[in-house]
């Protein structure tokens, strides 16, 4: 499975290095800044302060759900774990449609940007739905993908066997095969899930990492500590949920914690480095910036929509308990609540 974790890992990186140079830009915009830079020395020490705040939340936020072994309630199979996806997909899909795509609209609407052609088309909704179609061939294909692959590995297995058994072993060995298939088939969706998942968080991770590294107003880094930090830990809680579900190797679930915990504090570095370089008005800036968002706000609502929520509701033990259905349609309400109040400071 880490063979197949490599190439995801690989374009994190190149886009984490790739990132800084692309969002410096030119800083000849005419436009001018919302707010005077005011203490540079204040502004550092929040930067550090939220830097570390950002990190162990993200961290935790992440590791809760993955300590079923410890915690019965955090067990996939049990009520709770239900409530508290339904809480963390909610906080998903508001990032996207309060937090992300907004923010993606008033970049690409920026008055910093010429009328032609940002203003005669709607970039921002095209980028998220292009994002959402192609999150969708992307799961259906490594779904796809890795079904295959997994099957014919275990066909080849049982062809080998077969040479060495009796014919009654050999149809045992079938008999649960065919019990396992189903199984083996919904591990495999949920790891394709949380890869994709992660991928959309990160590029959303890292973008207001950098924004807010980049700040040189105390008076706008001061709330930002809590908003972030309280943003990362609910998302943290969604990506740990689908990485529990997904069993990979405690390698790979590593992997994947570090990455997520470490998106945002690497964004808040990198902020920091390219402060006197960059100029958050620059067209190349508000290029990229806003085309990201977009490209991200559609990844994490289609992947809350489609391969959270719906999987869960479609659910035969959902289904069959009203109790049930009435804890998660509220964990769903408080959770993206919570993160809408959150767009009032962040």
């Known amino acids: 499975m880490m063979k197949n974790n490599q190439p995801h890992i690989a374009w994190i990186f190149l886009f984490l290095v790739l990132l800084p140079s692309l969002v410096v830009g030119d800083s000849n915009c005419t436009c001018v800044k919302d707010e005077e830079s005011g203490d540079k020395s204040l502004a550092r020490k929040y930067k550090l302060i939220a830097l570390a705040s950002i990190l162990v939340a993200s961290a935790i936020g992440i590791t809760l759900p993955m300590m079923g072994k410890t915690f019965s309630a955090l067990r996939p199979e049990n009520d709770f774990f239900f409530m508290v996806k339904a809480f963390a997909a909610g906080v998903i899909l508001s990032t996207g449609f309060i937090h992300v795509l907004p923010d993606a609209f008033e970049k690409l609407t920026s008055p910093c940007l010429s009328d032609h052609p940002w203003r005669d088309f709607s970039f921002t909704g095209f980028v998220a739905m292009l994002s959402a179609i192609g999150t969708l061939m992307i799961d259906s294909l490594a779904t796809a993908y890795f079904n295959k692959s ?65 700040s040189e107003s105390p008076k706008k880094i001061r709330p930002l500590i809590a908003a972030l930090t309280f943003h990362q830990f609910f998302e943290g809680m969604g990506l740990g949920g689908c990485i529990s579900q997904a069993k990979f190797r405690t390698k790979a679930v590593i992997i994947m914690a570090l990455f997520f915990s470490l998106t945002t504090p690497v964004g808040i570095a990198i902020g920091i480095w390219i402060t006197n370089y960059y100029s958050e008005n620059s067209p190349t800036a508000l290029i990229v910036e806003g085309i990201l968002n977009a490209a991200s706000a559609g990844i994490l609502i289609y992947m809350s929509l489609v391969d959270l929520l719906a999987a869960d509701f479609m659910h035969p033990k959902f289904q069959e308990s009203g109790r049930l259905q009435i804890g998660v349609n509220i964990s769903l309400l408080i959770g993206a609540g919570c993160m809408s109040l959150l767009a009032k400071w962040a």
């Open 150 to 214: 997994h099957f014919n590995n275990k066909e080849d297995q049982e062809n080998g066997e077969e040479l060495g058994n009796n014919m009654p072993v050999h149809t045992h060995a079938t008999h649960g095969h065919a019990h396992g298939s189903t199984s083996a088939s919904t591990q495999l969706r949920h790891r394709v899930i949380s890869q994709v998942l992660e991928l959309g968080i990160v590029v959303h991770s890292v973008i207001i990492g950098i924004s807010l590294g980049a």
